[in-house]
């Protein structure tokens, strides 16, 4: 079966940083394409990253230069660095593993719970 | 600020045919096909159409999916209590190379 699970978050001052977890298992995540998408509270998606199963990493404009994706293959996890947090980062993070890139549309058919990221004001 | 277009709510009650649509532009829907999420209060997307019209095991048939030019319409029949949710739809937008979403449609059930 698989399963994503998230942690990390939490409650950050603006300019601060943050590092999110998300343990794959059922599957083997070098093998995937896999994403961060970010929910505003009350709001919609957000795609954020992406890291391709060849390694090649992209992101939003609204991170770029401030966030970055990674995975450890041996722990099957993937990782989301956030640098110089901005209130406007604040949201629920989910990672999802995505497929169809290149062919189709990009979807996304497994998502974690989601881990809640505070940047207050 | 979503760059695909949907009605912010949508309701119908139980038994009825609800649908949602998504507008986009030749860049995104108008070139690359579209997914839908169903966010159930309090809980994570899920995905629940792919390529426009494919449906992924375990989603009933009472869900379909369709697109036409720029646009796409998600259609639910014999609704139910439990499709009262958020719906978001997505596609692939060629301009910046990213992912899009639109806003959601909060579902109610009457």
């Known amino acids: 079966e698989v399963q994503l699970v998230e942690s990390g978050g939490g409650l950050m001052q603006p300019g601060g940083s943050l590092r999110l977890s998300c343990a794959a298992s059922g599957f083997i995540l070098r093998n995937n394409f896999m994403s961060w998408v970010r929910q505003a509270p009350g709001k919609g998606l957000e795609w954020v990253s992406v890291i391709y199963s060849g390694g090649r990493t992209d992101y939003a404009d609204s991170v770029k230069g401030r966030f970055t994706v990674s995975r450890d293959e041996s722990k099957n996890t993937l990782y989301l660095q956030m640098n110089s947090l901005r209130v406007e980062d604040t949201a629920v993070y989910y990672c999802a593993r995505e497929s169809g890139r290149g062919v189709v549309s990009p979807y996304f058919d497994y998502w974690g719970q989601g881990t809640l990221v505070t940047v207050p004001s | 600020q979503f760059v695909l277009t949907q009605p912010p709510s949508a309701s119908g009650t139980p038994g009825q045919r609800v649908s949602i649509s998504c507008s986009g532009s030749t860049s995104n829907i108008g070139l690359n096909s579209v997914n839908w999420y169903q966010q159930l209060p309090g809980t994570a997307p899920k995905l629940l159409m792919y390529?426009?019209?494919q449906r992924p095991s375990g989603v009933p048939d009472r869900f379909s999916g369709s697109k036409s030019g720029t646009s796409a319409s998600l259609a639910i029949s014999g609704l139910q209590s439990d499709d009262e949710a958020d719906y978001y739809c997505?596609?692939?937008?060629?301009?910046?190379?990213?992912?899009?979403f639109g806003g959601g449609t909060k579902l109610t059930v009457l």
């Open positions: 997505a596609a692939w937008d060629t301009g910046p190379d990213v992912v899009v």
């Open positions: 390529k426009n019209n």
